[in-house]
């Protein structure tokens, strides 16, 4: 048998040789911020440049009016994601020349009859979590680089019959559990910020290529913080939708049947016209696709919130305190808010309210995990182990650290009870508040170094309560060694992650990092979430 | 300890003792068909007769019309239930003056500033399942005999806010999992048509309250067939709505935690008029009640189905064939619709076609019984064993038949993977059949005696793959000796229901007996599915 080191090194080979010569980097970058180089390299041209940093609603407006084409736009980011790819390590697959055929087809279809869809023309990158056909689905296993599809995942469909065109594969981390990407498959997807820190995962390879603007968007799935871990150490904009309204055929799982928590798909992306643009698509995906028996087919409703928001402010869930600049980015929103007129001065409610949990955030965290590998694992350590690959180190440590076991029945009933409990509770309190949004810590920290064991709460949270969460950079706001000085007087919880978030914390260190928010609503209000932080963004971002 | 013989004497005494004396019958009634008792016993005036004889829509007319009071609609009710339940043993609990003050203040309210909502003034009996404040919620259970509830379930909460009155709560069967209604707290629930049959379960209490017009509808509740055992057996309308749309906070369960399987709720009731407007509510619940985390707030969708309608029809599952009456009803059901003009004369398609199911039926129901006890019933029969009272013998036997053991998560993901699979196997051939609406039986056979063998399999299929159904009575249609005489040459199947299924039938025993149909759409098309519903309706029962 093959050594798995040996099926990794052949992979990861001949990811760099689909790239062409005419994009092949000379040398390493240096430096640990390499979100340069797309321009300082020299490969691509100025009009290629101007294309990757427009956003896919700007793209598609030329796109549809003719004034771009979709060979140059595809071109285009098929030079960057190369260049990136280089750089950061972000990709599974690169698929030029088909891509670029799908491309020259959809132009000449443009040009007698019009755009196809509403996504016509555009390129797009492709988790190694979503069936494509003819292409692998690894998940990060060695076992599976070589497991290729038959059919496209729903939303690969989806996307297809829009107009897009898949054009790679990104990376993930070996199971998809970890907020970091790394595997011994495809090895270490970097962060374009800071090279020495954590592209994000599960989706770390859509995060980062999508910071590195190699693909416009991607659509990235989450059942814990994968959608919003990448987005948020990458600066990105990104929503983790309800997870009952999207079409779930075509991705793969290690554990199927596993249906307490469920996983959802949304976009990483540069603005929240393309969430909105995205997010619309996947949640009618049924009027383009038809019907499936894994999603809600709920319809799409435009809607425009009421003028006076009245916000909650969450800044600490009693387990993990976020570090300074956390704290700092959720104070100035929030007091940018007030600032905004959402303060009704002759009244004495105010616009944002404080906000508590109403239960103990790490039983919470306890039950999730518990939740995830009801099995113990064992299907994960079964693929791993039929060739010899270890687990993750990252991921083990999680295992242990919430005391991973196989569960009975009568326990699962528990938890499951107690999910129900807490969904119960948590809109209780959301009622009493009387909120119409909630703003919280997306990550504890704004980014992390590899391997550093990062606390999901924040993220978790709204995966077992099913409430759908966007991600927003803060793009004014800049981590400041003064400012944002480390609190040595902290005292930690007598949790391990307390602690570890605190001890790693270093103003310097960190001082390149992009710094996010997380804004959450009620399930099934996707859309008046996407309308929230509309305006949370006019008013943070403008 | 008391003995559970003595609290179930107890119980079902002070169920009687609650009927006023005006009320209360000299003696059994004689003869096997009660329906005429009612009207015949001479304890109530021609005006009750009249209120108790229209359907929900019509009274809820002259209730807001103001040409009856809710005070004269309550009290021919109560009437009409205590004289059912003297004749069929149907309820657990009689609420006659809390009832009449209520209806009392309505009628007030009326006075002063119009109908409170669109149920103003209806009384209507809650079934044992739902909590009820200040009343026991049993299930048939006589450890539950005294379980008082603190609040109403959201459902009662939701009919309540919409003026509705409950004035009684109806019987269920030891456990909720059987299709008829027989407790050793309450003992057996008779069908009106012939007290010798099964009313039906486990809304068996409702089916039969609602068949004698003690009661203008019921809210039912299924998992396997619940609210549409006891409306095919009682001659009813009914539906199961897809379950996703149902908010469940106070239904209270023997096993909180099974999600794979959920339970619906639904109306048994007079016609398809009142089955949309109890449904449009239920599915409404979050405009009158708010969001609650059990259910999706899917927004009613006012619809109209095309004016051609494409029916499959599915007469036999290939495990239980329908006694003669039932395939002859659907036949003439069939010949009904093409004759209707739902035949295009002049393209080869016809509007009723043959539909076979994608998997085989016995296997889905082996998965759906494990699915129900998926810890063996460990919980049902620690209830049970709690007060030494035996599990009814029909239920064990179903134990046995589909061999309940306590699975292991490995196993429970496995079978939650094979409801998956089911789901879009059965998509695919609805697809593949490019149909409208499916007809198929109800049970295989119009009723049956008590403590026989039901095979659940034409009801349990909509349950586990979530496909909201309604039942249709054919009122014209009347078994006969001779057309719908025994198939003495039949050779049943390989297994036990199908042989028993055949061999109770008698075309004589069966003559009284209402015959039903059961109509089917895909999920979260229940508005579809009532459209069309009305459709058949107007075609077969007019």
């Known amino acids: 048998m093959e ?17 062409p010569s005419k994009w092949r980097l000379q040398g390493r970058p240096e430096g640990t911020d390499v979100r340069h180089i797309p321009r300082s390299c020299g490969l691509m041209t100025p009009q290629q440049l101007l294309i990757t940093e ?31 790819h280089q750089c950061i390590n972000c990709l599974t697959a690169y698929i030029y020349e088909e891509a670029i055929a799908r491309a020259a087809e959809l132009d000449e279809i443009f040009a007698k009859s019009g755009p196809v869809g509403p996504l016509h023309g555009l390129p797009f990158a492709v988790k190694d979590y979503y069936q494509m056909k003819g292409h692998a689905t690894t998940l990060g296993y060695v076992a599976w680089h070589s497991k290729i599809a038959l059919t496209d995942a729903s939303i690969v469909q989806l996307f297809k019959k829009c107009g897009a065109i898949p054009f790679a594969r990104t990376t993930m981390p070996q199971t998809g559990m970890m907020l970091q990407t790394v595997s011994n498959l495809w090895g270490r997807t970097l962060n374009p910020y800071n090279t020495g820190f954590s592209a994000g995962g599960s989706s770390g390879g859509d995060g980062s290529l999508v910071g590195m ?16 871990a990448p987005a948020t150490f990458n600066g990105l904009y990104g929503i983790r939708p309800t997870a009952e309204r ?53 319809p799409w409703r435009e809607v425009k919130v009421k003028e006076k928001l009245r916000f909650g402010l969450l800044k600490y869930d009693g387990v993990v305190k ?3 600049p956390i704290l700092r980015a959720l104070d100035e929103t929030a007091a940018s808010l007030k600032r905004a007129g959402h303060e009704d001065l002759f009244s004495p409610t105010t616009a944002v309210v404080e906000f508590e949990l109403p239960f103990d955030a790490w039983d919470v965290a306890l039950t999730t995990w518990r939740l995830y590998f009801q099995t113990g694992a064992a299907e994960v350590k079964a693929v791993a182990a039929s060739t010899g690959e270890p687990l993750m180190s990252n991921f083990s440590w999680y295992l242990d650290t919430f005391d991973i076991k196989p569960l009975t029945v009568p326990e699962l009933f528990q938890l499951n009870a107690k999910q129900a409990e807490n969904k119960r509770q948590f809109f209780e309190a959301w009622k009493a508040a009387n909120i119409d949004a909630l703003i919280c810590p997306c990550a504890p920290s704004a980014g992390f170094p590899h391997d550093f064991p990062v606390w999901w709460g924040y993220f978790s949270l709204w995966n077992v309560l099913d409430y759908p969460s966007t991600i927003l950079p803060l793009k004014g706001f800049k981590i400041d060694p003064v400012i944002d000085a480390k609190d040595f007087k902290y005292v930690p919880k007598e ?39 509309e305006r949370v963004d006019e008013i943070c971002n403008s």
Chains 1, 2 share one sequence.
């Open 213 to 228: 603007r190699g693909s416009p968007f991607c659509a990235s799935t989450d059942i814990g913080g994968s959608i919003r």
């Open 246 to 298: 999207i079409p779930k055929n075509g991705l793969v799982t290690t554990a199927p049947g596993q249906v307490s928590i469920k996983v959802s798909s949304g976009p990483v992306c540069h603005s929240v016209a393309d969430i909105k643009l995205v997010t619309k698509l996947l949640l009618s995906h049924f009027e383009y696709i038809g019907y499936e028996s894994t999603a809600v087919p709920m």
């Open 322 to 324: 976020p570090q300074p």
């Open 54 to 84: 427009k956003s896919a609603t700007e793209l598609l407006s030329e796109l549809h009016s003719g004034s771009l084409t979709s060979v140059e736009v595809t071109e285009a980011f098929c030079a960057r994601a190369a260049i990136a």
């Open 495 to 533: 949790n391990v992650f307390d602690k570890m978030n605190w001890e790693v914390y270093d103003p310097v260190l960190w001082g390149n990092q992009p710094v996010c928010i997380q804004i959450v609503r009620p399930p099934y209000t996707d859309e008046e979430l996407i309308d929230v932080t």
């Open 3 to 19: 050594s798995f080191q040996s099926i990794a090194s052949s992979c990861q080979s001949a990811v760099l040789e689909a790239i």
